[in-house]
């Protein structure tokens, strides 16, 4: 996903989830459930979040400078860390200790219709962002797990909004469930026990996008299939014996940095070997668009 197209999907869903907020804040006030205004709260959490995907975002995009010759892609990993501990602190946190209180202090919850519309109404917009996440992931790394696939990927945008969005399918059912508990019991304690749970929610899944994008943070490899690209791009030519050494680095979204060892055929002239490499690199950027950077060395060693 581009800067561009991260952009998009992430202010369209900034434009839902403050509307969302807002209507879960009206019904939590309506309903004076708990689990209400922990969904509320997440939807907050998420409007900041993405606030803070569009400011990574853009430090990401700016030029390459002799403080930082390789730009600074990296930064929207920074950005998406920080985002997934907005997750934890401001919705997974207060969540619970929101929860807490209600079961510590339980109140009946009032008028439930307007809170179980709202809550049907999140689901749908919500599911739908989900499913438009799924569909981006699916299509980056085809046919392994969702986790799996998660991990794969080196675009820490698509991780944390396809996160979010799990995070908030799922708080959604949790809370649509307690509060319907809460309603036919009389008894406040469940809508209290479901903040709690959507707050476990929120922890979880804020702790998988931590782990991820910490690993991005302090340099993955890129995409493995760079590697059997480079390979068969060396073994194409003649003058090259084989590919010695090689080296990935995702150095930012669609930015990759390579280094490698190759050895040239014995005999080669300095210009013929100088033309053996910058042909090598034409071809592994023609298969690989998001190689930025290529070091090239020969080397004779057995």
């Known amino acids: 996903m581009s800067h561009g197209g991260s952009n998009k999907v992430i202010l369209t869903s900034l434009a839902a989830n403050v509307g969302i907020a807002l209507a879960k ?59 997934a501990l907005m997750l934890f602190f401001g919705g997974g946190v207060v969540a619970m200790y929101e929860g807490v209180k209600k079961v510590m202090h339980p109140e009946p919850v009032e008028h439930v219709g307007w809170a179980f519309a709202v809550l049907g109404f999140s689901l749908i917009l919500e599911g739908a962002s989900l499913a438009q996440c799924l569909r981006a992931v699916k299509a980056k790394t085809p046919g392994a797990s969702l986790v799996a696939q998660l991990r794969d990927t080196k675009d820490a945008d698509l991780i944390v909004v396809t996160g979010e969005n799990v995070a908030a399918v799922l708080g959604l059912t949790v809370a649509a469930a307690f509060l319907a508990l809460a309603w036919r019991t009389g008894d406040g304690i469940w809508d209290g026990l479901g903040s709690i749970g959507v707050g476990v929610g929120l922890v979880g899944v804020s702790l998988f996008l931590a782990r991820e994008t910490t690993s ?64 090598l690199e034409a071809r592994v950027r023609s298969r690989c668009p998001d190689v930025k950077w290529q070091f090239v060395e020969p080397d004779d060693e057995a």
């Open 25 to 83: 804040t009206a019904a939590a006030v309506v309903t004076r459930s708990g689990s209400m205004m922990a969904e509320a709260l997440h939807s907050f959490s998420d409007c900041a979040n993405q606030v803070l995907l569009l400011i990574g975002n853009r430090h990401a995009r700016r030029a390459p400078s002799d403080e930082h010759p390789m730009g600074h892609g990296r930064a929207a990993y920074l950005w998406s860390f920080l985002v």
């Open 216 to 279: 991005l943070v302090v340099g993955e490899q890129a995409d493995p299939k760079i590697a059997a690209q480079v390979r068969e791009a060396v073994a194409e030519d003649p003058r090259l014996e084989g590919l010695l050494r090689f080296m990935s680095l995702q150095q930012g979204p669609g930015e990759v940095v390579l280094a490698m060892k190759v050895k040239p055929r014995a005999g080669l002239s300095g210009a013929e070997l100088v033309q053996t490499i910058n042909e």
